[in-house]
């Protein structure tokens, strides 16, 4: 047994700069700082951590080690890419009628979740409004290529979307995106009655209640705490720049399953004998979905981080 086996386990249901919120066992939880000067612990993370201070109800601690990960999420600004969330079992992208949603973003979304082998769905919301049809037919590459697209009104009909969702998301621990407007606010009370709660418990122990917009949280959404919606407020999108562009394709369905190419190494953009380019001109690709392959693998490929 390693000197850090015999600490006590925790899971990291929040962070800011270099304090976390560790949870253990039994739902207690410890403000918590990292042993050193590197803070490299992220949501969703199990740690080794050790009790250093009691004072009345607050309990602080020390983190000593982070347990190998299954899965771990980035984000991505003009200047960096950071982890902000490990240890997901799926993610849900919620998009809308109204604002009309970035593909783009979505299709960064999934690739990034396909790169970290977790498993995605789209929720669509807003569905009582006049531009569902259109909305539905822009999702429907997505459908063709088997995701899962939930379709929610969670203002209009908030009882048949928590029907629609909840067995899905039950017993998972399911990361939660949505573009400013989407409803995700909505859906995280829906879900979570509690949620206002758990933000304010958090950010009194962190001292830390600006913080609360650009945070990643964990939310548990059930008593037995099975059940996690995670959710990162604020956060634009997710980093791909761990993924070799010549693999790029292979985290998208619908290339890949056309990927029976000339030349083993194809890139799909200019080589003779293409199976992708003549999936995308027999229409079988979506134009969309092509394009945004086009740029994000040009992204990739300067590497100038």
Not at 177 to 197: E, M, R, V, Y
Not at 211 to 226: F, K, P, V
Not at 291 to 297: A, N, P, T
Request: aromatic fraction near 8%; glycine fraction near 8%; charged fraction near 25%.
């Amino acid at each position: 047994m390693s000197r850090h086996q015999a600490l006590d386990l925790g899971l990291v249901v929040r962070g800011h700069g270099r304090h976390y919120i560790v949870e253990d066992s039994e739902g207690r939880r410890f403000v918590c700082h990292p042993r050193g000067k590197k803070s490299d612990a992220v949501v969703g993370d199990q740690v080794r951590f050790a009790e250093t201070s009691r004072n009345g109800d607050e309990v602080e601690g020390v983190i000593e080690a982070v347990e190998p990960r299954r899965n771990l999420l980035f984000r991505q600004d003009e200047w960096k890419t950071k982890s902000f969330a490990a240890n997901l079992d799926q993610l849900l992208v919620l998009v809308a009628v109204e604002p009309v949603f970035s593909e783009s973003q979505l299709t960064r979304a999934l690739i990034a979740a396909e790169s970290a082998g977790i498993r995605a769905a789209i929720a669509l919301n807003k569905t009582d409004l006049p531009g569902a049809d259109a909305a539905r037919e822009r999702l429907a590459p997505y459908r063709a290529m088997g995701l899962t697209v939930f379709e929610v009104a969670l203002k209009a009909d908030r009882e048949a979307s928590r029907a629609t969702l909840w067995p899905w998301l039950q017993g998972q621990r399911s990361f939660v995106l949505g573009p400013s407007g989407t409803g995700k606010s909505t859906l995280i009370n829906l879900l979570i009655p509690d949620a206002q709660a758990q933000v304010g418990e958090i950010s009194q122990a962190l001292n830390s209640g600006r913080h609360t917009t650009t945070t990643t949280q964990w939310y548990w959404a059930d008593a037995a705490r099975e059940t996690a919606l995670i959710d990162s407020p604020g956060f634009q999108e997710f980093g791909l720049r761990q993924i070799d562009p010549a693999e790029l394709w292979k985290h998208m369905p619908d290339l890949r399953e056309h990927a029976d190419c000339r030349f083993y190494n194809c890139s799909h953009q200019h080589e003779p004998g293409c199976g992708v380019r003549a999936a995308v001109e027999a229409g079988q690709i979506s134009a969309s979905r092509y394009r945004i392959y086009g740029e994000i693998l040009e992204e990739l490929q300067r590497k100038t981080w």
